[in-house]
């Protein structure tokens, strides 16, 4: 079983950046396949970012392209820059063991994080 641990979230103005870091407790995400998922308040949870097990595949959404970068070792990061307000939501990551796609269909992931919260003021 393996619990995942964000960190980084925090209050950032427009135009600033946030990195978030997904850890796995007690061990690494290397063999892992994870994403970056956010859910505001009153929207549906929208994958942001994805990344293989081995780093060679990514995705990002269109929202966020050319912004926020993912990157992986024995955790997962996600670089968050010019940040909009439109950004701000709870931020969970989430991971398969030795997939090789940057996003599982339909969402399916084996472990989720509880959350970090983002928040960009205007």
């Known amino acids: 079983q393996v619990q995942l641990v964000e960190s980084g979230g925090g209050l950032v103005q427009a135009g600033g950046s946030l990195r978030l870091s997904c850890a796995a407790s007690?061990?690494?995400?290397?063999?892992?396949?994870v994403a970056w998922f956010r859910q505001a308040p009153g929207k549906e949870r929208e994958a942001v970012a994805g990344?293989?097990?081995?780093?060679s595949n990514t995705y990002y959404a269109d929202s966020v392209k050319g912004r926020f970068t993912i990157s992986k070792n024995n955790a997962v990061y996600l670089q968050m820059n010019s940040l909009k307000p439109e950004d701000t939501a709870l931020y969970y990551c989430a991971a398969n063991r030795g997939a090789i796609a940057a996003i599982a269909p339909n969402n399916a992931y084996d472990f989720w994080g509880q959350g970090t919260q983002v928040t960009v003021s205007s």
């Open positions: 990344i293989g097990w081995s780093g």
């Open positions: 007690g061990g690494t995400l290397r063999s892992y396949a």
